[in-house]
């Protein structure tokens, strides 16, 4: 599913599936909410949308490490409504949900469209939803922006992160899948929409060349290997 063209037909790929959790002062934003706490208890991982789905470490018990509780997330954005990116979203009640306005109408249709889990996004419908037409500049400072990026579903985005230490960081969301993907401009067949997928990756790459800022291909295993290991953090 991860190239239209016949890429990697027959071939099998390892993946993660992160949220990325942001300081700015003292507030606490979550960008994409993973693959759900559910396969945490299931031995050998639950078999989803093709693949198989294992979690290690719950992402409540991972955010208690630092001493944090769900409820004190004030922010959770989230690149695109698919069920690897959305299923812990049950876990933020008291947050603000900061989503492309074309991603639940979209997500919502009859019959669910691929990828996506409603169960895991029935919750927006009682949530604090800020529903973006455009970019968002999350603290009005310039530090983290969530940039349109369709092309994948109808309201994917990516998130622009200023870090004061390392530098700006781009977290690809799924406009990309795989390093080779970035590398080759392959588009998934699962996209919806290939012309505005090859249209966001020219953005992504206008981004990545005027910010000089680090790729982070979300689901890349290199890329994720190449972050400190949470708790850790790049400051
Ligand atoms: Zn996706």
Do not use: C, M, W, Y
């Given at each position: 599913m991860f190239s239209d063209t016949g890429a990697y037909e027959g071939r099998s790929v390892k993946l993660p599936t992160p949220g990325c959790l942001i300081r700015h002062d003292a507030q606490w934003m979550i960008w994409d909410t993973g693959?759900?706490?559910?396969?945490?208890?299931?031995p050998g991982g639950e078999i989803r949308f093709g693949g198989r789905f294992t979690q290690p470490r719950t992402l409540a018990g991972q955010l208690a490490?630092?001493?944090?509780?769900?409820?004190?997330?004030?922010y959770v954005g989230i690149s695109h409504l698919h069920q690897d990116h959305t299923?812990?979203?049950?876990?933020?009640?008291?947050a603000a949900f900061l989503i492309s306005a074309a991603e639940p109408a979209w997500a919502r249709g009859n019959p669910t469209p691929?990828?996506?889990?409603a169960p895991s996004i029935a919750p927006l419908n009682a949530a604090r939803l800020e529903p973006l037409e455009g970019d968002r500049d999350?603290?009005?400072?310039?530090?983290v922006q969530i940039l349109r990026a369709p092309g994948?579903?109808?309201g994917s985005a990516m998130l622009l992160v200023r870090i004061p230490k390392s530098g700006p960081v781009l977290l690809s969301g799924d406009v990309f899948h795989t390093r080779e993907n970035y590398e080759k401009n392959l588009v998934p067949g699962?996209?919806?929409n290939r012309a505005e997928s090859l249209a966001s990756s020219q953005r992504f790459r206008g981004v990545v060349a005027n910010t000089d800022a680090r790729v982070?291909?979300?689901?890349a295993p290199e890329d994720f290997a190449s972050?400190?290991?949470?708790?850790e953090y790049p400051d």
């Open positions: 693959n759900g706490d559910r396969p945490a208890s299931v490490e630092p001493g944090l509780r769900p409820s004190d997330i004030d299923a812990n979203i049950p876990l933020f009640k008291d691929f990828g996506v889990e999350v603290f009005g400072d310039g530090t994948h579903t109808p699962v996209n919806t982070v291909i979300q689901h972050l400190p290991a949470f708790p």
